[in-house]
């Protein structure tokens, strides 16, 4: 201890240990699915407390280092008051119990730190401050429970990878962790991740995609699974047919009434799930236009003949929803000292001895293939948005093509999430966004990393790298190979294969006539601009031409790849004048137009990060862009959203709006605002807005498309930009009519 250090983080962590234990009041933390962390970490607050309080009276003054670990300490019990605080209740329970878990493990490793760094200060403390004191407290912390939930779901998706699917034991540990009590909260947990990956795939992360589709298959059989258990549960002889149950209830029907989406459901259910403001069908997943039920007859008619035929009596509607509907195995709940017997998962084990759940519910040990899977699966999660990514992912363009092809272990990149910042977790589904300035909820960092030391990886690529150079088209195709693997999963590994100068051979090789070489060549740089600084030296390195010559010259793979490498260069605001000069734009349109749906997305993302540079918009139109933009608004072609952002930018300019217009984009533009997402709807209007003020025939146009109803319900049920857009629009046909009266 020094006695001239400043005592202020040690007066602001005792300050945010209070204020964490003043949210013990809120009403809603006790149905948090996350309320066993806040015990947790209540816990390591009453042992702090006492310690901190003593400090502050005496005349000891922290070190440089204990203040240090002070900070860090206030931080995460900040952070963690600040998500109690965040939660409510139609969020993704998954991702957000997720997220509190790995705040709530940090906060248990500061807590040791600095019980530690007390224990080696001991001679300078007051009397009342021995050291066994802290040896107790040290003991106690370790007794606080660790990490479960992830390290639970990893194991699920490595069974569900392999095509065992996760196990029973293993789906009610994962429900029963985050809160997920009845088919009801399953069935909104599932809305809810489609949500995201849909907006994960807007952004073309499919890293985070591909994660948030596993645990939407997690969900679905989750479902499926309570559906056989309450099928158990019915007592009947003849099993009840699954068209005559309702997916919400998993009930059979008595008032059977069909949604826009076609599907079925039991009125009071369906009614109640849309008072919660949900527009989406449980089922499909599909947004909802209306709330409109139509009752199906020929449903409930079927239903009244096998009830008869089977001598079985119709449940009523109203007692199931005014009933728990509780998940059969979770009635009740595991305390946070108590291990489930059907699953053992110990508290104290961490991912570095993993363990396998098996079928009899022992536990065993997992084999090193196993173990690199599990690797893997911590490694593919990618949850990047702006704000909350560091150098390690990148918000919108990162993106590894057709290397998860290359091996049977699914190929993802490394993430580390900032957990400070503010997370969508908190937000109901009906008011999730659906744009590019979505706040993505944070996963847990991995916690296993590659194995492998910086200095044996330095010293095979600056191996590599040579025969990069070589004159050997066998030795260029190896290290290419090779470097490709390496750069794919490992953030250390992409800053060192930079460091040791590996990537001015990779764009040398740009230009090799081999196309193996070639399109691993390009796919190394892809995998290596997922390091911000490493686009810099891409981009430097003079990358942008050769990237241009492989959009021009390469094979399908190679084509994509170069797209979504310049996309990722672009990001760098400096970056997207180089790229619109070195004519990169023409390919572009081109690979928009002929290439394969891979392609097409690659360049609609590309062009739509070029366009907002405004000498680029010109060159964009000139190029035929358009044209083909307004042919993938098809909902057949599954590429609607990437479309429309582009026209939208594209709009803002003179030339955009008249090619929009006599490219036929009118009446497509109309049609995203009445059924479009939210983020479509968003887009369309915008660029409504522009063509209606740039020319009276387009106005008299989208008037004749039957634009304003839908504008009308956007005004109401919208995003916030969307409402204003729809708003100035239908202001602006009221003033136009105005105008033709008065003339």
């Given at each position: ?40 970490g209540e816990d390591i607050a009453k042992l702090l407390q006492p310690v901190l309080e003593n400090l502050v ?687």
């Amino acid at each position: 201890m020094e006695v001239n250090m400043e005592v202020s983080w040690l007066r602001v962590l005792l300050d945010n240990i209070s204020s964490y234990q003043s949210i013990s009041s809120m009403d809603t933390l006790y149905s948090n699915p996350a309320y066993k962390y806040y015990t947790r970490g209540e816990d390591i607050a009453k042992l702090l407390q006492p310690v901190l309080e003593n400090l502050v009276g005496s005349d000891a003054s922290p070190s440089e280092l204990l203040n240090n670990g002070f900070e860090e300490l206030s931080q995460y019990v900040d952070e963690l008051r600040e998500q109690f605080e965040s939660w409510e209740p139609l969020s993704s329970r998954i991702f957000y119990v997720l997220q509190i878990e790995s705040l709530a493990s940090k906060l248990r490793e500061s807590s040791l730190e600095v019980f530690q760094l007390l224990k080696h200060c001991e001679q300078h403390l007051p009397a009342d401050l021995v050291s066994p004191s802290f040896e107790d407290c040290i003991e106690l912390v370790k007794l606080v429970g660790r990490d479960e939930v992830s390290y639970t779901i990893d194991l699920a998706l490595i069974d569900q990878k392999e095509g065992n699917g996760p196990t029973s034991e293993a789906l009610v540990k994962i429900a029963e962790s985050v809160g997920l009590r009845s088919n009801q909260e399953i069935l909104i947990e599932g809305v809810v991740l489609a949500s995201l990956k849909e907006n994960a795939e807007l952004t073309e992360n499919n890293t985070e995609a591909e994660f948030i589709e596993g645990l939407i298959s997690l969900t679905t059989q989750m479902h499926d699974y309570l559906t056989n258990i309450k099928q158990s549960q019915l007592g009947c002889s003849v099993p009840v047919p699954p068209d005559f149950r309702c997916p919400l209830s998993l009930e059979l029907m008595t008032d059977p009434v069909i949604v826009t989406s076609g599907q079925t459901y039991e009125r009071a259910f369906i009614e109640k799930w849309f008072d919660m403001g949900l527009m989406v069908c449980p089922k499909t997943r599909q947004a909802l236009s209306q709330t409109s039920l139509t009752p199906n007859f020929i449903v409930k008619a079927f239903i009244a003949n096998w009830c008869e035929s089977n001598n079985v009596n119709l449940p009523d509607p109203l007692e199931l929803v005014q009933s728990s509907q509780a998940f059969p195995l979770l009635v009740e709940p595991a305390s946070d000292d108590e291990c489930d017997d059907s699953q053992p998962l110990s508290s104290e084990r961490a991912p570095s001895s993993p363990m396998k759940i098996g079928g009899n519910g022992r536990t065993e040990s997992l084999d090193a293939t196993k173990c690199e899977k599990l690797r893997q699966v911590v490694l593919s999660r990618s949850v990047s948005a702006p704000g909350i990514v560091c150098e390690e992912v990148v918000s919108k363009s990162e993106r590894i093509t057709n290397d998860a092809a290359d091996t049977s272990v699914s190929s993802k990149t490394e993430t580390i999430v900032n957990d400070a910042t503010p997370s969508v977790s908190s937000k109901p589904v009906w008011r999730l966004p659906s744009g590019r300035h979505f706040n993505h909820p944070g996963i847990i960092p991995a916690t296993i990393r590659e194995t492998g030391s910086s200095s044996s990886i330095e010293s095979e690529v600056k191996k590599l790298i040579e025969d990069l150079k070589s004159t050997s088209p066998d030795a260029q195709r190896e290290a290419t190979a090779r470097v490709r693997i390496l750069s794919r999963n490992s953030t250390d590994n992409r800053i060192v294969i930079a460091r040791c100068g590996a990537i001015d051979s990779l764009v040398d090789l740009l230009y090799s006539t081999d196309e193996r070489i070639q399109a691993d060549a390009v796919t190394c740089l892809l995998n290596l601009s997922i390091n911000d600084n490493n686009k810099s030296v891409i981009a430097d390195s003079g990358a942008i031409e050769p990237l241009i010559h492989v959009l021009k010259t390469g094979n399908l793979e190679a084509k994509e790849n170069s797209a979504a490498t310049l996309f990722s260069l672009s990001v760098i605001e400096e970056n997207k004048t180089k790229i619109g000069e070195a004519g990169a734009i023409e390919p572009l349109v081109d690979l928009l137009g002929h290439g394969s749906l891979r392609g097409k997305k690659d360049a609609a993302t590309a062009l739509f990060n070029l366009s907002i540079h405004h000498e680029n918009k010109a060159k964009v139109i000139e190029a035929g862009a358009v044209k083909y933009l307004v042919e993938l608004m098809d909902p057949a072609a599954g590429m609607v959203e990437k479309a429309v952002v582009v026209l939208a930018n594209l709009a803002t300019v003179r030339e955009g709006k008249v090619a929009i217009g006599e490219e036929g984009g009118i009446p497509v533009l109309v049609e995203v605002v009445e059924l479009g997402s939210a983020r479509g709807k968003e887009n369309a209007t915008a660029a409504l807005l522009q063509l209606a003020m740039h020319s009276q025939r387009f106005c008299n146009s989208i008037i004749r498309e039957g634009a304003i109803p839908p504008l009308v319900a956007l005004t109401k049920s919208g995003t916030a930009r969307a409402k204003e857009k729809a708003h100035n629009l239908l202001k602006y046909f009221k003033s136009q009519k105005q105008n033709q009266r008065r003339g």
